[in-house]
């Protein structure tokens, strides 16, 4: 995941990025991703932008089920190399890379775009039925006995009164 600013061609172009990267998101997120994906690269002399998206495959446990599932997402990616160190720029989520040549390495710039996409919230499939609050069952495999209701039936009779 390496762009080389010395020998990249002027004005627009479009990169391939593929790789392994590895995530610190903490707990119930991948530790490793498979990323995939393309950039435009416009080679502004001074200024790198690229700008473009990636897959990002990784496993991780259901949030309702806990099973371990192969989740997928997909990550904008907004980079800019500056070759001028002096200049600072602030672009909100885009990652400003500062270097002045050779190979620049995109992994880590990837990686923040890549953990910034990461949902809140991830289920194995939209109907997961996740596991029983009461015996901890996995409701996707088993059904229970359980009562689901939430509302005890006694307070139920009493505002029917
Ligand atoms: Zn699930
Ligand atoms: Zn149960």
Partial sequence: MKLDIDTQDWGQ?????????????????????QVQGSLTVDNLENRFHLKGSVKAT????????????????????????????????DQGDTVVLHQSKGLVDLSEAVTECVSLAF???TICREDCQGLCQTCGIDRNKQSC?????????????????
């Avoid at 479009?14 to 991948?30: A, K, T």
């Avoid at 496993?59 to 001028?84: H, M, Q, S, Y």
Wanted: net charge negative.
């Fill in 119 to 121: 949902p809140l919230t």
């Fill in 58 to 89: 990784g496993d991780i446990p259901c949030g309702r089920c806990l099973e371990t599932f192969t989740f997928v997402w997909k990550a904008p990616v907004e980079i800019i190399i500056l070759r001028n160190i002096d200049r600072g720029e």
């Fill in 13 to 33: 172009s479009e990169m391939e990025i593929s790789g392994d990267l590895r995530l610190e998101l903490g707990e119930g997120c991948p530790q490793t991703v």
């Fill in 145 to 161: 006995e359980c009562k689901e209701e939430d509302i005890d039936p006694r307070w139920a009779a009493l505002d029917n009164l």
